[in-house]
């Protein structure tokens, strides 16, 4: 009986998640190359201490110039 508990639970977590979890980027006006945060597209053009952000992931273009060492993660600290 607690197995079944356990897992409905789980199950009911997981569904609950999914279904209020949307990606940052569903926003609008949201670059697609910073996937995990919003950051509006160029321009302007935008340096790292003019955004909240930092240790994001980068992919795609980088309009902004966040990833300036190419590895993937913007404005690092």
């Not at 508990?5 to 980027?25: G, K």
């Amino acid at each position: 009986m607690k197995r079944l508990l356990y897992f409905a639970l789980v199950i009911a977590s997981f569904v609950l998640f999914t279904v209020n979890v949307q990606p940052i980027q569903a926003q609008s006006n949201c670059d697609p190359s910073y996937p995990d945060v919003c950051i509006a597209p160029a321009p302007p053009d935008l340096d790292c201490d003019e955004i909240p952000y930092r240790n994001f992931r980068v992919v795609g273009g980088d309009p902004h110039g966040f990833d300036r060492d190419r590895d993937g993660i913007g404005c690092e600290s």
